[in-house]
């Protein structure tokens, strides 16, 4: 059984940084598209960041050149770095790797999320 356990999340001021961390088990796959989503009260939930197959990186345009999402290939444990936090990344964080150990993320398994909130 996959399971996908955050950590990292917290309180932050604007401008400040947080890494969130994602360690991944009983999952087969260590090339498949990994990444992060997040979702704020009252909204759906978006995908903020991805890493796929290639190890190349994709982002939603409110993160890019904030955000870096990175994966350690020897203990399979995902990152999102987050700098330059603005209020708006208020919200759950979950990890997400693709269910079909596919390069993109299409059918994920998700993890419980951990909580991201940024005070102006």
């Known amino acids: 059984q996959v399971r996908l356990v955050e950590s990292g999340g917290g309180s932050a001021r604007a401008g400040e940084s947080l890494r969130l961390s994602c360690v991944a088990f009983g999952y087969a796959y260590t090339d498949a598209c990994m990444g992060w989503f997040r979702q704020a009260p009252g909204k759906e939930r978006e995908a903020v960041a991805a890493?796929?197959?290639?190890?190349?990186?994709d982002y939603v345009d409110s993160v890019k050149g904030r955000f870096t999402v990175y994966k350690d290939k020897a203990t399979n444990i995902l990152y999102l770095q987050m700098n330059s936090l603005k209020p708006d990344d208020t919200a759950m964080y979950y990890c997400?790797?693709?269910?079909?150990?596919?390069?993109?993320?299409?059918?994920?398994?998700y993890g419980q999320g951990t909580q991201v909130t940024v005070s102006s």
């Open positions: 997400a790797a693709d269910a079909d150990g596919g390069s993109r993320c299409h059918r994920v398994y």
């Open positions: 890493i796929n197959s290639d190890g190349i990186p």
